[in-house]
């Protein structure tokens, strides 16, 4: 089974819109994955029915049973984030900022504080709009584990490919070389990073390879907006020689990304011209490695 991973160093590189067009042309043969779970927008292109939804509990959060509590105030003392202040004469956890550690539940001589499961978000199985499944979530606003929320994500879509028989898993994982895109990459056959010609785009598109070579896994890579700085685009070519990393394709600025985008609509659905025949032959390429 080859799960192919689209990443890259920054946002704004068109990654989704790219990964959502390999999703249209890899059709009924493959399992999608939406792990940019910290800002999924995916569905936005693949129409997903939201079949299937279920909570994702991950991490601890400290609860202050009233009955229970003294008013002591050690819990405050202790706690090294100051997530338990005074509201109304009563001792109160803040959601946002306790880390879950469980030292005021140690301390507590009561026993008036529980540390409890947090549901930190959702995960869905969906059909879309291929006729294929895609396995995606969204993160509570403010939770952490966004990385065990991937592991979830892709877990799920691994074992829907193998009970199905497909052989591709298309994987859109976090810009940026954090814990969900570290998460992205455990198991990757094939990685594929999407950049820019920019001061940024080249920065960023070293330093998550440098995240790639530690994992070992073999990269391509797509230049999108590839002529809106040509020397640029070449400083990039010559990163991606020295590297050995494969050249996929270079993609010119085109405003139908856009257009498509505002229809719900992939750009190889909206363009039957210069890019769909780029993402074509790339996909091909990709298939392959």
């Known amino acids: 089974m080859k799960e192919i991973v689209i990443i890259s160093g920054k946002g704004g590189t068109g990654k989704t819109s790219i990964t959502a067009s390999f999703a249209y042309l890899g059709d009924k043969d493959v399992i999608v994955a939406d792990c940019d779970v910290d800002a999924a927008d995916m569905h936005l292109l693949v129409q997903p029915d939201w079949g299937k939804s279920e909570n994702f509990h991950s ?3 400290a609860k202050i049973d009233q009955e229970k509590c003294i008013k002591c105030g050690k819990c405050a003392e202790v706690c090294r984030w100051n997530a338990i202040p005074v509201i109304d004469k009563k001792y109160i956890v803040q959601p946002l900022d306790c880390e879950g550690c469980g030292y005021c539940a140690i301390i507590c001589p009561t026993d008036a504080i529980s540390m409890n499961l947090q549901n930190v978000g959702n995960w869905f199985l969906s059909n879309i709009k291929t006729g294929t499944k895609m396995v995606h979530a969204k ?3 403010g ?3 966004s990385g065990k929320l991937v592991a979830k994500v892709k877990n799920e879509a691994k074992a829907i490919a193998e009970k199905e028989g497909k052989e591709i898993i298309i994987v859109d994982g976090s810009p940026g070389i954090g814990c969900p895109v570290v998460s992205s990459l455990s198991g990757a056959t094939y990685v594929v990073l999407v950049t820019e010609p920019s001061v940024s785009g080249i920065h960023d598109l ?3 390879y440098e995240l790639v070579k530690k994992f070992g896994i073999k990269a391509g890579c797509i230049i999108n907006k590839a002529d809106i700085n040509m020397e ?4 990039i070519h010559e ?3 020295a590297e050995n990393i494969d050249f996929i ?3 010119p600025y085109n405003e139908n990304f856009t257009k498509a985008m505002t229809m719900g609509k992939t750009i ?3 363009d039957n011209g210069k890019i769909k025949q780029i993402l074509e032959n790339s996909w091909e390429k990709i298939k392959t490695k």
């Open 239 to 241: 990163f991606l020689k």
């Open 268 to 270: 190889v659905e909206f």
């Open 143 to 145: 939770a952490e584990n």
């Open 59 to 61: 991490g601890l959060l």
């Open 206 to 208: 070293k330093r998550v």
């Open 232 to 235: 640029k685009s070449n400083d």
């Open 139 to 141: 993160l509570g606003i």
């Open 249 to 251: 394709a270079d993609i």
